[in-house]
């Protein structure tokens, strides 16, 4: 009796090894499949697919395992292939460094932003007129500086608060770029408004409010013009990543990530400037990294130092407000650069960066 014990033991055990090696095989076969899906632009799960594999197999069930069982059985194998397919997309996000090594390149008027230097984008919060924002840039330009910001749509936290010129103030940014030669950033809140702004913009930003209105990322991935990212006010690092992946999975890759604070239970700064982000977001992404020190820090003695440490941990560029009269601005006041501050601000971080910026 043990030794035929001892042989059906034995026989089970060969099963075992059999069934191992089964779903093993089963597995290289369904991360193929992942495979094939992941080019064609669909991870999703296939419950009609699933259906009919659960299906055939009852069918051939001679027992003694109820059907019941049979299925349940099944259904781990199935779920464990799945989530092996999900870990593999996963592992790949379009945006990691995984998928692509080497640095992506965002060309803007001769400034290469992730080329391993600092760039650097000042411009007013928002634009008020062409005056206003002639002003600025023309001492962007007289520092050598290429690239010019000014919000024409601004989310702001009141409704009852100055919300921008809309299209007027698209139409005042493309013609300053036009003038200056400078590249020009403005941000667009409204999926509807994005094949507009092609017309008007050099780069379209999304802003912190609205990075995960996941219907404006598709938008912005659907056009072919670069994008500025800004990390949402309370957003992971990989709630981030997953953002910009939104915007590459249409197709546009032309995307700079920027680092603009996040709420923390901190009073003495507007938001908290998350700094290791930086160093985590060029690992773990192929994108250029910019921080803005405007509206991470809210105070204007925080610039110049917020500038250097982001400098210092490797952001490829610096982004901060100029008005020529901070004062009466209409919105963010309290932080921005007036154009005397702006020259100071430029002399001591050349000075810090050797000049580099
Ligand atoms: C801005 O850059 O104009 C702006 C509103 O910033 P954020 O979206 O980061 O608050
Ligand atoms: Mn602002």
Do not use: W
Not at 50 to 75: A, C, W, Y
Not at 107 to 125: A, N, Q, S, T, Y
């Amino acid at each position: 009796m043990s030794k035929e014990l001892d042989q059906l033991r034995n026989r089970v055990d060969e099963l075992n090894l059999q069934l191992l090696s089964l779903i093993n095989e089963r597995a290289k076969l369904v991360q193929e499949i992942g495979k094939a899906k992941e080019t064609q632009g669909v991870y999703r799960y296939d419950p009609v697919r699933e259906r009919k594999m659960l299906d055939q197999i009852k069918e051939h069930n001679d027992g003694p395992f109820e059907n019941s069982t049979i299925e349940h059985v099944f259904k781990e194998i199935f779920k464990a292939g799945l989530e092996l397919q999900e870990d593999d997309h996963r592992k790949a996000l379009l945006v990691s460094r995984k998928k692509k090594p080497e640095n992506t390149i965002v060309e803007l008027k001769g400034e290469r932003i992730g080329d391993g230097k600092p760039h650097l984008v000042f411009g007013p919060c928002a634009v008020e007129s062409y005056e206003q924002v002639a002003t600025v840039a023309d001492a962007v330009r007289g520092k050598g500086l290429k690239l010019l910001r000014g919000g024409a749509f601004k989310p702001r936290t009141s409704p009852y608060d100055f919300q921008g010129l809309g299209l007027e103030g698209l139409k005042i940014l493309k013609r300053i770029g036009d003038e200056f030669d400078l590249a020009v950033i403005s941000e667009i809140v409204s999926p509807a408004d994005i094949e507009v702004a092609v017309d008007y913009l050099d780069v379209i930003q999304i802003g912190a409010r609205n990075m995960q209105n996941f219907e404006l990322l598709k938008a912005a991935g659907a056009v072919n013009k670069p994008i500025l990212l800004k990390r949402g006010i309370s957003a992971t690092i990989e709630e981030f990543i997953n953002a910009a992946e939104y915007i590459m999975a249409q197709g546009n890759g032309q995307i700079i990530l920027c680092e603009r604070g996040i709420r923390t239970y901190e009073r003495a700064t507007r938001n908290t400037l998350d700094i290791s982000a930086v160093p985590i977001l060029k690992q773990e992404t192929h994108l250029p990294v910019l921080v803005d020190v405007t509206h991470s820090t809210g105070r204007r003695d925080l610039l110049l130092p917020a500038a250097k440490a982001a400098l210092a941990i490797g952001a490829d560029g610096v982004m901060a407000e100029v008005h020529p009269d901070p004062a009466v601005a209409l919105s963010d006041n309290a932080q921005q650069m007036d154009l005397k501050q702006f020259d100071e601000f430029m002399n001591e971080l050349r000075s810090f960066a050797f000049a580099r910026v």
